[in-house]
T-cell receptor, first 116, second 113 residues
Framework: EPEVTQTPSHQVTQMGQEVILRCVPISNHLYFYWYRQILGQKVEFLVS????????KSEIFDDQFSVERPDGSNFTLKIRSTKLEDSAMYFC??????????????FGPGTRLTVL | AQSVTQLDSHVSVSEGTPVLLRCNYSSSYSPSLFWYVQHPNKGLQLLLK??????LVKGINGFEAEFKKSETSFHLTKPSAHMSDAAEYFCVVSASGANNLFFGTGTRLTVIP
């Protein structure tokens, strides 16, 4: 069964450093997403991406964040200068279509980011 | 604006007894509603989704949920819990036509042998 994969499973970094979280979506999917979950809090939407551009983003997704699909299979989330409050579990998701009840998003297992 | 409230952070049931995980939603538009499950070290897996075709929705692994507009609820049930059902369950809402999902805080289900 096809699945979304994410690497690494756990990333530890120093405050101020850049990190890149990687995701490989399901191969025939066209829509890609990043979510995060700070420990003890809700899973929160960060950004959606379609046709090589951002289609929606939340208030959390500020200039420190960027997304890219560099090679047609990977989907990356970059945090330019990490802050302590960026420590969270980051989930990647993909879907074949968008919007409404037919938008089944398939999630990866997550990358736990720890900023020291 | 969309939001969901999961009324219980932790539910504990005995194996073979019914499961009820409660969810209330708030939506400015006709909502799409989902239940996702997360087993340890696994991704979030879709259990079921409300498509507006029927108010009682059947999902995988014997789970079902009933959409009650008058109560703004979408509670998840299963007649008989199995040990493998122990996991974190998330109630999720999105506005019709929107891409982003709004998650509840999750309910951890423990199944006692």
């Amino acid at each position: 069964e096809p699945e979304v994969t994410q690497t690494p499973s756990h990333q530890v970094t120093q405050m101020g450093q850049e990190v890149i979280l990687r995701c490989v979506p399901i191969s025939n999917h066209l829509y890609f997403y990043w979510y995060r979950q700070i420990l003890g809090q809700k899973v929160e939407f960060l950004v959606s991406f379609y046709n090589n551009e951002i289609s929606e983003k939340s208030e959390i997704f500020d200039d420190q964040f960027s997304v890219e699909r560099p090679d047609g299979s990977n989907f990356t989330l970059k945090i330019r200068s990490t802050k302590l409050e960026d420590s969270a579990m980051y989930f990647c998701a993909s879907s074949a279509s968008s919007g409404g009840p037919y938008n089944e998003q398939f999630f990866g297992p997550g990358t736990r980011l720890t900023v020291l | 604006a969309q939001s969901v409230t999961q009324l219980d952070s932790h539910v504990s049931v005995s194996e073979g007894t019914p499961v009820l995980l409660r969810c209330n939603y708030s939506s400015s538009y006709s909502p799409s509603l989902f239940w996702y499950v997360q087993h340890p070290n696994k991704g979030l897996q879709l259990l079921l989704k409300y498509t507006s075709a029927a108010t009682l929705v059947k999902g995988i692994n014997g789970f079902e949920a009933e959409f009650k507009k008058s109560e703004t609820s979408f509670h998840l049930t299963k007649p008989s819990a199995h040990m493998s059902d122990a996991a974190e369950y998330f109630c999720v809402v999105s506005a019709s036509g929107a891409n982003n999902l709004f998650f509840g805080t999750g309910t951890r289900l423990t199944v006692i042998p």
